[in-house]
Nanobody, 123 residues
Framework: QVQVVESGGGLVQTGESLRLSCATS????????MGWHRQAPGKQRELVAR???????NYADSVKGRFTISRDNAKNTIYLQMNSLKPEDTAVYYC?????????????????WGQGTQVTVSS
């Protein structure tokens, strides 16, 4: 009943910028938090940035000062502005959403994930 779709990945050179978008849709009552994780080949998935319903933000130390997460509550969409990109930022970036949804006279809270978008930074 809920869809999560990312866009905006691509290939850039060191020092350049990208902006990722994540749009959610479906039978949504409340989005408690949304965020971005990334996973490089052979590595574990790690948290990059997160924003709560009240727009409180958290960042991984490795991206703090370079990345900015923002949230448009009216559109149920988040963005990740990535500046000063480095080769170590290369990964598949996944959008995550903590959502209370409804259907068939029931409600439930679940963690939803997008399909991922590839970000590659060349040195």
């Amino acid at each position: 009943q809920v869809q999560v779709v990312e866009s905006g990945g691509g290939l850039v050179q060191t020092g350049e910028s990208l902006r990722l978008s994540c749009a959610t849709s479906g039978s949504i009552l409340t989005i408690y938090a949304m965020g971005w994780h990334r996973q490089a080949p052979g590595k574990q998935r790690e948290l990059v940035a997160r924003v709560t319903k009240d727009k409180t933000t958290n960042y991984a130390d490795s991206v703090k000062g370079r990345f900015t997460i923002s949230r448009d509550n009216a559109k149920n969409t988040i963005y990740l502005q990535m500046n000063s990109l480095k080769p170590e930022d290369t990964a598949v970036y996944y959008c995550n959403a903590d959502i209370l949804s409804f259907g068939s006279d029931k409600t439930w809270r679940k963690d939803y994930w997008g399909q991922g978008t590839q970000v590659t930074v060349s040195s």
